[in-house]
């Protein structure tokens, strides 16, 4: 298990930073034109992000902000999870608290990006950038992701009960 958790704490941590570094890709003028992948707001392409003037690019990177740091948070406390379980102490109160503390940034970054788009449309909208449309939707992978983080709780509820059990039965004998 000591193997196995190291392994995705090296994934994780290469997933914190590509996504740190994406996020301040997209938003920056750092990426060439002619550059064949595209990195971005989901609502704007790559032309309409080149055309925003430097106060509406602050604007967007503010609004998509909250989300990254609360998917930074949430995989900061899965690190330390997987530490724990490293040590084998996967039905510590730390561990569980680490486990709880994932799922809610998980699903509190997940709600914040699905609210990022409209929001972000509002904003282009009162800065007059033609051609920003109005829209809501949630995707099928935020579903699974709401309901992923739904079922990383509930496992963590279950952990810290048969932590309780544990230590009940401990008193008897």
């Not at 990383?152 to 009940?168: C, N, T, V, W």
């Amino acid at each position: 298990m000591k193997k196995q958790a190291r392994a995705i704490r090296v994934l994780l941590i290469v997933c914190l930073l590509l996504q740190v570094l994406f996020y301040v890709l997209a938003w920056s003028a750092l990426l060439p034109t002619d550059l064949f992948m595209q990195m971005g707001a989901t609502d704007l392409d790559a032309a309409a992000l080149r055309r925003l003037t430097p106060t509406q690019s602050v604007a967007g990177a503010a609004i998509g902000l909250p989300p990254l740091l609360a998917l930074v948070y949430g995989l900061c406390r899965l690190h330390g999870a997987l530490v724990h379980v490293e040590r084998r102490l996967v039905f510590d109160l730390v561990t569980i608290s680490h486990i709880r503390a994932f799922a809610g940034a998980m699903l509190g970054s997940t709600m914040l990006s699905i609210l990022e788009v409209p929001l972000r449309a509002l904003v282009m909208r009162y800065f007059a950038l033609p051609g920003v449309k109005l829209h809501i939707g949630v995707t099928s992978d935020q579903l699974l992701l709401i309901l992923v983080c739904g079922m990383f709780y509930l496992i963590a509820s279950m952990m810290h009960e048969g932590r309780r059990l544990a230590e009940e039965n401990k008193e008897f004998v």
